[in-house]
């Protein structure tokens, strides 16, 4: 029996045991089911954060890093790669109101420059604009700031009035693209004494590349001091030679000498009101220049001349005061321009290609010219010149060359197109005898004259319609006339018929009055111009 219950006692003993082991298994693998569910849940969760701390770090400029976890991951089991973050939509623009900050400057200076830093006002230079100070001084200190900044302005404000003596605004060290705001008055002094023994020029720009002189304002040369003295034996039109009144008088000019008090004596020489030399790409809008002693505005060696908006205004009877001057300049435009001056609304000089002149009005005044070229036997070259598109009113001539005896060189592909004159004395010119003298010495060598062509002159003459006078050695060639129409009106001078001499070309129409004098072809083979004199 002692034995018996013994072996019960085992046996139950045994029992317990395996039923409390079968019970810690149970409790074990419930655990680890468990766990494998959190780590499951926490790794998703580390997506997440993962995928949130991306955006973070893309939004904040990558300046910001993602947070590493503190503690190791469990070794097993093994969690695949997240996915790939979506793209990022582009970002919505800044509310409306709000702009973008501008980016900030380079350490070497060349970042951006706003508009307050690149503009300076004459009146900040100590510029008074009261008409009487003289603000030259500040002139110059306002160019000697602009020219270093690329594209900085000059304001010369309205209502303001400039004194301004004679002044140089000069590269070519300065910036490229500066621009010359005039809204005001800027005149010039009322006596001979600032000009010493005598000037080229009142204003001048020179060996600059890109400016830009713009705005509504006024530059007065203050002329009237300059056309009455005599002493200068100022140059004539020889055009005048061919307007004979009905009553046989010549009218004179009443040229009085000027009392000290206005100045002193005059210089040698008159001075243009603006000039440019040797710049590129220059234009000039807006402004009005009036009552230059001599030329209005003047470009001397220049490329890329851009005119346009422009007003010139001084009287009939002021002497050799050109609207616009061209000398040794190519590629320019001239355009949309009102000029009334004492002579060539345009003048355009030897050196002078590609220029082109269209919707311009022209009157009082000489009419648009060529020339003269080859004075003083020298060389002259012009090419591919066209004029279209002009009214003119009450001018001495329309269009015009003019060369002197003695010269060389060649005129050639100039197009004259639909010019309409009203009152024009002379609407076609060519002369090949030009003098500005009582005398001239007469000469066989002569700049060679082609490719003129004339079509649709019309409108109104008050002496002659046509006047070709060229060379006997050297005869003007290929000159065709097509849809002239041109109706004499009496007036105080003799009219006259149309005239021809050694000019060769082509009637392409009828024209109005009749141009009979015109010789069809070519002028016969002696007539050659030698190489040395080609252009």
Not at 16 to 28: E, V, Y
Not at 181 to 206: C, E
Not at 452 to 464: A, D, F, H, L, Q
Request: charged fraction near 15%.
């Amino acid at each position: 029996m002692a034995c018996c219950s013994t072996f019960k006692s085992f046996t139950f003993t045994i029992l317990i045991t395996i039923l409390l082991w079968t019970s810690t298994t149970d409790h074990h693998t419930c655990n680890a089911r468990k766990g494998w569910h959190t780590r499951t849940v926490s790794t998703s969760l580390s997506k997440k954060k993962s995928t949130n701390h991306h955006h973070q770090h893309h939004h904040n400029g990558g300046k910001s890093k993602s947070k590493a976890s503190s503690h190791k991951a469990p070794p097993s089991p093994k969690v695949k790669a997240p996915p790939a973050p979506p793209k990022v939509k582009t970002p919505l623009a800044p509310p409306i109101g709000k702009a973008p900050a501008a980016p900030p400057e380079n350490d070497n200076g060349g970042g951006p420059v706003t508009d307050a830093a690149a503009t300076y006002n004459v009146l900040d230079f100590g510029a008074k604009g009261d008409g009487n100070t003289d603000d030259t001084k500040a002139f110059e200190g306002a160019w000697a700031a602009a020219c270093k900044v690329t594209g900085s302005k000059i304001i010369v404000p309205s209502p303001y009035k400039f004194l301004l003596g004679p002044i140089t605004f000069s590269g070519p060290y300065c910036q490229h693209n500066i621009i010359f705001q005039i809204d005001g008055t800027i005149i010039a002094p009322s006596s001979f004494k600032p000009y010493g023994s005598g000037l080229f020029q009142w204003i001048l720009f020179t060996k600059l590349v890109g400016l830009t002189i713009q705005g509504g304002g006024t530059v007065d040369g203050s002329g009237s001091i300059w056309w009455k003295d005599s002493r200068l034996n100022d140059p004539l039109d020889d055009e005048l030679k061919l307007i004979i009144p009905i009553n046989g008088t010549t009218k004179q000019t009443n040229n009085s000498s000027i009392t000290s008090s206005l100045g002193g004596n005059m210089p040698s020489i008159k001075p243009t009101a603006i000039r440019f030399y040797g710049s590129f790409d220059v234009t000039v809008t807006g402004i009005t220049i009036q009552n230059s002693p001599q030329c209005h505005l003047k470009f001397d060696n220049c490329v890329g001349v851009s005119v346009y908006n422009f007003h010139v205004s001084s009287p009939a009877d002021s002497p050799n005061t050109d609207g616009i001057h061209l000398q040794n300049s190519k590629d320019v435009l001239i355009h949309t321009t009102d000029l009334s001056c004492g002579d060539d609304c345009v003048s355009i000089q030897t050196g002078c290609s590609n220029v082109y002149i269209h919707n311009v009005n022209c009157g009082p005044g000489h009419g648009i010219s060529i020339g003269s070229l080859g004075k003083d036997n020298t060389k002259a070259c012009v090419s591919n010149i066209t004029v279209r598109d002009v009214m003119m009113h009450n001018t001495m001539n329309g269009v015009r060359i003019k060369t002197w005896q003695g010269g060389s060189g060649s005129v050639q592909n100039v197009q004259f197109s639909n010019i309409q004159v009203s009152e024009v004395q002379l609407p076609i010119v060519i002369d090949q005898f030009y003098c500005d003298k009582s005398t001239c010495k007469n000469q066989s060598s002569a700049v060679a004259l082609s490719g003129i062509n004339y079509e649709r002159i019309r409108g109104t003459y008050t002496v002659k319609p046509v006047h070709f006078a060229c060379s006997d050695s050297m005869p003007c060639t290929d000159v065709h006339l097509n849809g002239i129409n041109l109706k004499p009106i009496q007036e105080r001078y003799h009219l006259y018929d149309a005239f021809c001499w050694k000019t060769f070309g082509q009637l392409l129409s009828p024209a109005v009055p009749p141009v009979e004098c015109l010789q069809v072809g070519k002028p016969s083979s002696s007539h050659v111009q030698a190489d040395h004199d080609t252009c």
